[in-house]
Each structure stands twice: as C-alpha cells, then as structure tokens.
C-alpha cells in the first residue's frame, strides 16, 4: 500500500514564526500536492509539484512556498506565520497524470493552530 | 480554470434511503473525475472514478456514479445507505495542467 507520511498531525505556533510542513511517499510518485482543508471550504490547491525541483502555483498559494529537492519529498514552507493560516494542510502524492492509474493518496493531515 | 460545485452541503438521511449527491464541473477539454470520501478520524480516499469509457461507473461499498458529458455532471449514488456511510464525500475534477481541484464537500449523515 501507498503511504504518504506527514511529519506532525498537531502543530502549535505563533505569530511570525516560520513553519516547515514535511511530508514523504515511499511509492516513486511523480506528482505531488499540498492542500489545505477548512469546514465549508472543502479541499483548496496549495501548490503542486510534478517532479523533482519542479513546483506550479495552485489556487491558493499566497503566504506559503514549497520545496522539492528530492523525489519523495515535499516541504511546505509558511515564510511568516498568520492566523489566518490555522488550518488542516494534506499532503498527497498520484503517479503520472492522464493515465487510468491517476488517484491521490494522501497523508493523515497535519492540523496546524498559529496564536 | 477548473471548478466543482457540490449542490449537497449537508444531507440526513435513515438507513435504507436512497442517496444522490450532485457534481458539477466547469472546464473545456478532456477531464477525469473522481469522488473521494473521509470517514471520521480518517484520511481522505477514493471511491471511484471516470477516466474514459463505460459512463456508469462503479466503486467501492456499492457507490456509483454517472458522468453525463452534456450536462457537465457526475452525481453519486447508492440505493440504500446505511449507518457505516456517514462521512463526508468530495468531488474532484483533473483536466489539464496536471491539478485536481475538489468541491467543497457534502456531509452524509445516515440515521440509524
């Protein structure tokens, strides 16, 4: 089975500080993504990478950055931590797109609390 | 852009009761269509999903949808819920630039 492993599940931090978000797959997946979820907002796009250093913007990816140096991994990065970032952030991996194999896996989620 | 719109936000129904969630999609090209679903205290996975062929499909604990290309639309299904279906259920939608966009989600609480 396809694990993608999220570092934290609990978060706490404060104003300003900057915040690392890890997230590992161990299936050699191409495409990886990283989304946020808030009650009555459903699942909102972060940012997304399909290989390795490669990164696009998502729907929403203002106050966040990501990083990719290796093929398993996933970083997101909160350059200046604000309240309005409170939120459950998913991690998930898909191998390549287009195919009948597309599906996401995704991690148990981090919840992250900024006071 | 891709976008999803989810119709249902929030639907009770009894143990026995037929369910339908609505879907619908916005984008232009070819696109593949999915419904995810997250029990409680669980993370999010796949119940089933469109990527060419027969319209109908089926998933997982006797789910199924239909894509209707016309009315850019891919509703969920199930005769007869039970208590164990209680989750929240995501419809998403990838088509080109290799993102998959969700809906906002519908609750599905099955009363006993």
């Known amino acids: 089975d396809v694990k993608v492993t999220q570092s934290s599940r609990y978060l706490v931090k404060r104003t300003g500080e900057k915040v690392f978000l890890e997230c590992v797959q161990d299936m050699d997946h191409e495409n990886m993504f990283w989304y946020r979820q808030d009650p009555g907002l459903g699942l909102r796009l972060i940012y997304f990478?399909?290989?390795?250093?490669?990164?696009e913007k998502g729907d929403i990816p203002e106050g966040y950055s990501v990083s990719r140096e290796k093929k398993e991994r996933f970083s997101l990065i909160l350059e200046s931590a604000s309240t309005n970032q409170t939120s459950m952030y998913l991690c998930?991996?898909?191998?390549?797109?287009?195919?009948?194999?597309?599906?996401?896996?995704f991690g148990s989620g981090t919840q992250l609390s900024v006071l | 852009a891709q976008s999803v719109s989810q119709h249902n936000h929030h639907v009770i129904l009894s143990e026995a009761a037929s369910l339908e969630l609505g879907c619908n999609y916005s984008?232009?090209?070819?696109?593949?269509l999915f419904w995810y679903v997250q029990y409680p205290g669980q993370h999010l996975q796949l119940l089933l999903k469109?990527?060419?062929?027969?319209?109908l499909v089926k998933g997982i604990k006797g789910f199924e949808a239909e894509f209707i290309k016309s009315k850019f639309s891919f509703n969920l299904r199930k005769p007869s819920v039970q208590w164990s279906d209680t989750a929240e259920y995501f419809c998403?939608?990838?088509?080109?630039?290799?993102?998959?966009?969700f809906g906002i989600g519908t609750k599905l609480q099955v009363i006993p």
């Open positions: 998930a991996s898909s191998p390549t797109f287009g195919t009948a194999n597309e599906k996401l896996f």
């Open positions: 469109y990527f060419s062929g027969d319209p």
């Open positions: 998403a939608v990838s088509g080109g630039y290799q993102k998959v966009t």
């Open positions: 984008y232009g090209g070819t696109v593949n």
């Open positions: 990478s399909y290989d390795v250093k490669m990164k």
